[in-house]
Every structure is written in structure tokens, then in C-alpha cells.
């Protein structure tokens, strides 16, 4: 039973917004890319993983939570998290094209392209290995003794993968349901009941992955990155405010709110407060009272005295 849902990442959206906002020429546009497409890639693998397992359903209880994180003090990051009442599996999908080699001493994952091309990154091994420590470790801080299992999935069904070492279960995607269900477990260690609890726990202590603001990441200053509210529509179309509404200078879209999204690309790119100086210019306003009443209206949130006012964005509902 899954028990949290995967989200799209907001760091996809975030990526195409500094994509959006920063000039075609930019230098750092390539690296930029290069992060949307990796992203992509990995939400990709994931979907995969959530397909890979839609109808999963062993003939002992679990419970999944899809895309667990843990922040400060563990740091965690997991795709899927499979716990039963006898041990906790962490489900690791990798969505690189290519031939890939396990490579030892030191470790790393080597892709092979058709035309040779040769990329390297962390080895999923080391990382899983590191993450199930932690787990183990998060674990015993909640009372829970049970051990913890890696299991690494490769996202292309007819991928060839070498090197992988004898101790590692690396799988198909196709593969991952009939092995989990397959698997012969070892002596219940938690009860029906504490099971239950344990998934609860775990989806209370989630803490989302927050990878904003981006433009600090990228060392992009804020003044590289263009202000104004973008047409929905046709995207790359300025908006110009008139009397009651924006529109669009390129189709001529009419939109009442089109500026909530450029607030949200504030966040998201620059920093975490805004005041409204900052979200007149911006976002094209006229006035500081038009800032503050649209400030507002967003349900940002005043912090800090009087002169210094900022805003911060209202932590979303869960
Ligand atoms: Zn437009």
C-alpha cells in the first residue's frame, strides 16, 4: 500500500524558469540545461519505478512511501522506500542512456554512449551504501531495529551493465516487482500494528528536498536575471499591466493573475523574502501600495519590523 505519492519536482519548474530568465547567451545557460535535463532523466526513472511497481502486491504487509527525504542530520534523499514488518528496502532507479560499468577503486558509474562518449558519476553503490547507513542509523533514533536492503533498478529495459559487484542487486525495472514479492523475508520483527506506525512516522518526518533559491546555486547574479510577468500562453511573450489586467505584448492574452507566477520565479530563483520594492520592480508594478496589497493578496506573509518589512511565501498546505 503506498502510503505518500511521488510529486513532480519543483526543481524542474525551477530550472525552466531561470532558463526562461536569463539571456540566450548566458554562460551558464549550458550548465542550467544540463541540470533540467538530468532532472527530467531522474523523474523519469522514477515514473518508470512507480509503473515498475503499480502492481506490486507480496504476500506480506508493507507499506511504500514514494520519494522520502530527510533533512539536516540524516540527509537522505531515497526514490522508494519499501518497509515490511521484518526489514526496510531502498529502491534506487538510475535513468542514464548508454552501456554502463560499475567501475572500483575509487568507485563510479561509467555510460557509455554508441558514439563512445565516456561520462562518469558517483557510484550508485557507494551512495546506496551511505543512505542505508543513515537509514539505519534514523531508524534506531524511532526505536526501529530493522535492517535495511538496497536494491539498485536501471530504468532501460535492454540496457547492458557490467561490473556490477557480486553483492549487489542490480535489476530491470521489469524485474523489480517479481523479486520483491518473490523474496523470502526473514522472522517478522515489528507487529501489524507497528508497521503501521512506523510508515506514519516516516511520512511525518519527510522533510521535501527545498533546492531554492537557484540563481546563488549557479553563482547568477540577480541582476542577470530578467524581471517582468511572462505570458502563459506563448511563454516567451512580455506582459504589460493595463487598467485591471496583464497582457500579452506578442498574442495578446488577457490574464488577471499572470503575475503570481513571476512572484513565484522571486522565490524560486532569487531568494526566499521579497519586500516590496523589490516585488514593484520585479514584477512591473506601479506603486509600493500595489506591491504590498498584491503581496498580501498572495498570502505572503510579513516578517521583521515596520521599516524592514519582507515577505516570505506562505509554507504550502500539505
Ligand atoms: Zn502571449
Redesign the pocket.
Known amino acids: 500500500m503506498i502510503i505518500k505519492h511521488r510529486e513532480k519536482p519543483m526543481k524542474i519548474e525551477g530550472y525552466e524558469a531561470l532558463l526562461k530568465r536569463i539571456s540566450p547567451t548566458h554562460p551558464k545557460r549550458a550548465t542550467v540545461k544540463n541540470s533540467l535535463n538530468n532532472a527530467k532523466a531522474g523523474y523519469g526513472g522514477e515514473e518508470r519505478l512507480d509503473e515498475a511497481l503499480e502492481f506490486f502486491d507480496p504476500p506480506y504487509p508493507h507499506r511504500i512511501i514514494q520519494d522520502f527525504s530527510l533533512g539536516e542530520g540524516f540527509k537522505i534523499q531515497v526514490d522508494t522506500v519499501v518497509l515490511t514488518q521484518s526489514c526496510v528496502f531502498l529502491l534506487e532507479i538510475k535513468n542514464i542512456a548508454g552501456k554502463l560499468e560499475f567501475k572500483q577503486n575509487p568507485s563510479a558509474l561509467h555510460s557509455i554512449s554508441a558514439t563512445g562518449e565516456i561520462k562518469s558519476y558517483k557510484s550508485p553503490i557507494a551512495q546506496m551504501n551511505e543512505t542505508a547507513l543513515r537509514m539505519s542509523k534514523f531508524l534506531k533514533t524511532l526505536g526501529c531495529p530493522l535492517p535495511v536492503a538496497n536494491v539498485i533498478i536501471i530504468a532501460h529495459p535492454s540496457q547492458i551493465v557490467e561490473g556490477a559487484p557480486p553483492n549487489v542487486r542490480v535489476l530491470a525495472a521489469g524485474e523489480v516487482n517479481v523479486h520483491l514479492s518473490e523474496m523470502k523475508l526473514p522472522a517478522p520483527v515489528l507487529s501489524i500494528e507497528e508497521l503501521h506506525q512506523l510508515g506514519s512516522r516516516l511520512v511525518v518526518t519527510h522533510k521535501e528536498y527545498q533546492p531554492f533559491p537557484l540563481a546563488p546555486k549557479f553563482q547568477i547574479d540577480p541582476s542577470e536575471i530578467e524581471t517582468g510577468v511572462f ?1 502563459p ?2 511563454i516567451l ?1 512580455k506582459m504589460e499591466r493595463t487598467q485591471r489586467a496583464w497582457e ?1 505584448e ?2 495578446r ?1 488577457v490574464s488577471q493573475d499572470a503575475h503570481a507566477a513571476a512572484l513565484q520565479d522571486w522565490f524560486m530563483l532569487i531568494k526566499s523574502t521579497i519586500n516590496t520594492a523589490e516585488c514593484r520592480d520585479f514584477i512591473g508594478l506601479k506603486s509600493l501600495d500595489a506591491a504590498k496589497r498584491f503581496l498580501i493578496r498572495s498570502g505572503c506573509q510579513p516578517v521583521g519590523g515596520r521599516r524592514y518589512r519582507q515577505y516570505i511565501r506562505q509554507p504550502q498546505e500539505k
Open positions: 505570458c500562453r506563448c511573450g500579452c506578442t498574442c492574452l
